[in-house]
């Protein structure tokens, strides 16, 4: 599939996962086709880096769930930071461990999951909808029933994959996109290489790194670069200036420039590396 | 090298500050968040603390050398904050008087004046394991009276929440570029432990949003005196280059 494919199979109004943590691995190349779309009204689930500020400069947000945004070597997401101040879309903020939980729910088909996180924080007071459940064993104690996250579809990005939909991560942490996939109903990943069929993962593979399963995955797709400009260890590191850039300009003329409606994935990348040429 | 404070920096001293943070910790990770308390953290484990772990800030954990030990992805690392094996030391935009912290935004939550991180991990962290906070800039902007969004659970909000948030519950202490404060104090309000040798308690208050508790008798002690054999850990092999005094300014 091409990223512009998986989108015409996303709908307004859907609950998106998407993979990666910060400004690392992220689906990017699939966020891209997403704001080339019409696709709207959106409800993000993520551990939020640029993915989640892009989304929301273009204004495709209406709810987010999440235990922060962050573009890790820039700490605050400015153009999150501005869609919140602006109050332009609602906000269900969780600890991260709750984050982790409502997946884990989400995989294993339960309603909830118990989790000691979130009690006595104000994640209950702004979130008046969370429940609490009693231990009905002896402890008796009081956990955040955290609610399962289920997702109407997944986005995520891996280093390797096979046409079948397995995915293999090559740098040093899974994330959890695994698990992004697993609670979804459906699961498109990019790679930044698709596997020869005749030689699949190669015989030395490692096999822990054989991140996602082809049963929890719709389509695959192919994106060379498809992180950028998040980390996709160890093919690229993250692309420090570019980040700098997007953080840095006022968002209706970076997307004139690298996200035209017209464009592809293609021209992003000839407009990327022209913009870094002008830099030498 | 003598060891009289009119050699020993004021972020050597948070150096210090820090690192007592993790003694008799036994086999926990320790989490610094920041520079100083990262140093602090590798002065422990070099001297009086040697079975903590550390992480090198992303999947690993590491050995002194920095070189890898073990691993540790987020979500081994989220098993091991609910397990509490653990003692971070978290920064924090806002603290108050019983130790909630806030690093998710200022202003109204619905509306806020300045969004900043989110609560990240501050809920888990607090009520599962051991949590410290570092403060580079002592300030009533930091110090206030009650926090905008409570994201680490200070001991009013714990105990309010019951027994399943205070179980594991403990906040060791609070380190700034002018003071230790703990919550040894009947009803868990932040006390003045001691102020780093340089500054005076009327310092410290003046730049505290919130009237702090004093030890018992009133006498506030200095912050202990590097040892000689510290000092050339911090100087010599920790931090060669010295960046901690970046983070904190000499005075």
Request: glycine share 0%.
């Given at each position: 599939m091409s990223p512009d494919e998986v989108v015409t199979r996303l709908r307004s109004g859907m609950t998106i996962g998407i993979g990666g943590w910060g400004s690392r691995r992220k689906p990017m190349a699939l966020v891209r086709a997403l704001l080339r779309s019409?696709?709207?009204?959106l409800t993000v689930v993520s551990y939020g880096g640029p993915d989640v500020g892009m989304l929301a400069a273009a204004g495709r947000i209406r709810r987010l769930i999440a235990a922060f945004v962050t573009l890790d070597s820039i700490p605050l997401e400015p153009h999150f930071r501005a869609a919140r101040e602006q109050g332009t879309f609602e906000l269900t903020e969780v600890d991260e461990a709750m984050f982790m939980w409502g997946l884990h729910a989400a995989a294993n088909r339960l309603p909830f999951l118990p989790v000691r996180a979130g009690i006595g924080s104000d994640v209950m007071r702004v979130n008046p909808d969370l429940r609490t459940v009693t231990s009905p064993y002896e402890d008796g104690e009081t956990f955040v029933a955290m609610p399962a996250l289920r997702l109407d579809a997944a986005l995520v990005h891996v280093n390797r994959a096979d046409r079948a939909g397995n995915g293999q991560y090559l740098g040093p942490d899974p994330y959890f996109d695994d698990l992004f996939c697993e609670a979804a109903d459906a699961a498109y990943v990019s790679c930044e290489r698709i596997v020869d069929p005749a030689d699949g993962f190669g015989k030395d593979v490692v096999p822990q790194s054989l991140l996602v399963k082809r049963h929890a995955v719709t389509g695959v797709v192919e994106a060379p670069n498809g992180a950028h400009f998040t980390s996709c260890a160890p093919d690229h590191d993250r692309d420090e200036a570019f980040q700098k850039l997007y953080a840095t300009t006022p968002w209706p003329d970076f997307a004139a420039r690298f996200l035209p409606r017209d464009g592809d994935e293609e021209q992003y990348w000839s407009a990327v590396q022209a913009w870094h040429e002008e830099q030498k | 090298m003598t060891t009289s404070a009119a050699v020993v920096s004021r972020a050597e001293y948070c150096v210090i500050a820090c690192a007592e943070a993790w003694r008799d910790n036994g086999e926990v990770l320790a989490s610094p968040m920041g520079l100083i308390p990262s140093v602090g953290a590798r002065l422990a484990k070099r001297t009086f603390s040697p079975e903590l772990m550390l992480t090198d800030g992303e999947a690993m954990l590491v050995g002194l050398d920095g070189s890898p030990e073990g691993w540790l992805p987020y979500r081994q690392h989220l098993a091991m904050v609910t397990g509490g094996d653990r003692h971070v030391m978290m920064g924090a935009s806002q603290l108050d008087r019983f130790g909630n912290q806030n690093i998710s935004c200022i202003g109204d939550w619905s509306r806020p004046d300045r969004q900043l991180l989110g609560v990240r991990g501050a809920p888990v962290n607090t009520v599962n394991n051991p949590v410290s906070y570092w403060v580079p800039k002592h300030s009533r902007r930091v110090f206030v009276?009650?926090?905008?969004?409570?994201s680490g659970v200070g001991y009013d909000s714990a105990a309010a929440a019951g027994p399943s948030a205070t179980?594991?519950?403990?906040?060791p202490r609070v380190v700034t570029n002018l003071a230790v404060l703990d919550f040894a104090t009947p009803d868990h309000s932040m006390r003045l432990a001691s102020v780093h040798p340089g500054v005076t308690v009327e310092e410290v208050r003046e730049a505290t949003g919130f009237a702090l508790a004093l030890p018992d008798g009133g006498e506030v002690p200095f912050t202990r005196e590097p040892t000689a054999a510290e000092l050339r850990l911090i100087r010599e092999v920790i931090d060669p280059k010295g960046t901690r005094e970046r983070e904190v300014r000499p005075v």
């Open positions: 019409d696709v709207t009204d | 009276e009650k926090v905008d969004m409570i179980r594991y519950h403990r906040l």
